[in-house]
């Protein structure tokens, strides 16, 4: 299947830094890429729709201006969590959607990013 | 109601038995269904897909979509302990927006 990958997998960081991550397709483009967030045991929520070439798309009570998206190429989507706190510590995971081919726009998953902030 | 719902579970099944995994969708005209697997701490990874009525196979994963009762299914025949993870269920709608049932645990007993 298609690679999407995610960068880095680990962070920890003091409370009050900024986060950046980073999710690449690296066998398609793609318009549109999805950042999603888990909590232990718990199921993913969606908290944004990544568009290349335009503003993401935030699910209700995401705040925008904390996690700031940047979808500035058709293989890249940036997350970056502005200044940190411990309740944002949690796993996100990005997704790339292929939208080539049969049609299917099958959603590929990166690793996932482990984010403790201390 | 939610777009795709699916029952969390857990779900307990011996090793070499077959685990029966559904999940119902709201919208009718939905195109795509999608089966992801998740082990605890890693992110989703795609099994299978399916978009035609009926049965698709892949090893010893079947998919089973039936349109008409808006319902599809995973069977894992001869389960391995290695099945042990979450499931999730997810569909591609008319208006081609994704949803993400909440996942099914399943726990295969050695």
């Known amino acids: 299947g298609a690679v999407v990958s995610q960068h880095p997998s680990w962070v920890i960081c003091k409370s009050g830094t900024s986060v950046k991550i980073e999710c690449r397709s690296l066998?398609?483009?793609?318009?549109?890429m999805f950042w999603y967030r888990q909590f232990p045991k718990q199921s993913l929520m969606l908290m944004a729709t990544?568009?290349?070439?335009?503003?993401?798309?935030?699910e209700q009570g995401v705040e925008k201006d904390k996690f700031l998206i940047n979808h500035a190429s058709l293989t890249l989507s940036t997350l970056t969590v502005t200044s940190a706190h411990p309740e944002d510590s949690s796993f996100y995971i990005c997704?790339?959607?292929?939208?080539?081919?049969?049609?299917?726009?099958?959603?590929?998953f990166g690793a996932g990013t482990r984010l403790s902030v201390l | 109601q939610k777009e795709v719902e699916q029952n969390s579970g857990p779900l307990s099944v011996p090793e070499g038995a077959i685990a029966s995994l559904n999940c119902t969708y709201s919208?009718?005209?939905?195109?795509?269904f999608f089966w992801y697997r998740q082990y605890s701490g890693k992110s989703p990874e795609l099994i299978m897909f399916i978009y035609s009525n009926g049965d698709k196979e892949d090893g010893r994963f079947t998919a089973q979509l039936n349109k008409a009762s808006q319902y599809v299914s995973l069977l894992i025949r001869d389960s391995q302990p290695s099945d042990s993870a979450t499931y999730l269920c997810?569909?591609?709608?008319?208006?081609?927006?994704?949803?993400f049932g909440t996942g099914t645990s399943l726990t295969v007993i050695p």
């Open positions: 997704s790339a959607r292929d939208e080539s081919g049969s049609g299917n726009h099958i959603q590929y």
């Open positions: 066998d398609f483009q793609a318009t549109t």
């Open positions: 990544s568009n290349e070439g335009s503003k993401a798309t935030y």
């Open positions: 919208d009718r005209g939905s195109q795509s």
């Open positions: 997810a569909v591609r709608s008319t208006g081609n927006q994704f949803y």
